[in-house]
T-cell receptor, first 111, second 113 residues
């Protein structure tokens, strides 16, 4: 089955700096890669996603890149703000609409 | 349109007890699934369904049963609760279209003592 590795597990950045989280996946059949933000005690919230026919997608301060050949994708957050502090999860979806999650990255934005 | 609704939100069980976590969605989604999230970890797939009458196992199915008698409902049954099943459980749903957005319920916090 699919295996998703996520790095780093924790990330501390200064407010205004950029944050980058990287994920790799194992199943070349995976075709959908969402990123979720989860605040303490809340459900995962979709923040951006990318499909396998696209290499990059941007939404304001958030961007995601996908390299299908290398089977890795990354989340980029620019101009970080304290409200960006949360746990971020990458995921990959292959056959049967099953979503496999990475282990999560705890991001702390220091003011 | 309530989205994905889970009940109960909090539950404490004694070891060996059984219970059912309820999940309902009003978006006419074909796909529904259950995940568990242990403290400080990612979500792991327990069971999923691609439509009424069809269910399959995910990554961690042992100790859990599911059924899908209607499109709207996808209950998760704990047969004989164990402390290792203490976790937060999330139900999710999506359309059958490939690459479609997955919507999560608010979660059910389960403690087994």
């Amino acid at each position: 089955g699919e295996n998703v590795e996520q790095h780093p597990s924790t990330l501390s950045v200064q407010e205004g700096d950029s944050a980058v989280i990287k994920c790799t996946y194992s199943d070349s059949a995976s075709n959908y890669f969402p990123w979720y933000k989860q605040e303490l005690g809340k459900r995962p919230q979709l923040i951006i996603d990318i499909r396998s026919n696209v290499g990059e997608k941007k939404d304001q301060r958030i961007a995601v890149t996908l390299n299908k050949t290398a089977k890795h994708f990354s989340l980029h957050i620019t101009e970080t703000q304290p409200e960006d502090s949360a746990v971020y999860f990458c995921a990959a979806r292959a056959a049967g609409n099953k979503l496999t999650f990475g282990g999560g990255t705890r991001v702390l934005v220091k003011p | 349109n309530a989205g994905v609704t889970q009940t109960p939100k909090f539950q404490v069980l004694k070891t060996g007890q059984s219970m059912t976590l309820q999940c309902a969605q009003d978006m006419n989604h074909e796909y529904m699934s259950w995940y568990r999230q242990d403290p400080g970890m990612g979500l792991r797939l327990i069971h999923y369904s691609v439509g009424a009458g069809i269910t399959d196992q995910g990554e961690v199915p042992n100790g859990y049963n599911v059924s899908r008698s209607t499109t709207e409902d996808f209950p998760l049954r704990l047969l004989s609760a164990a402390p290792s099943q203490t976790s937060v459980y999330f139900c999710a749903s999506s359309r059958k279209v490939r690459g479609n957005t997955i919507y999560f319920g608010e979660g059910s916090w389960l403690t087994v003592v």
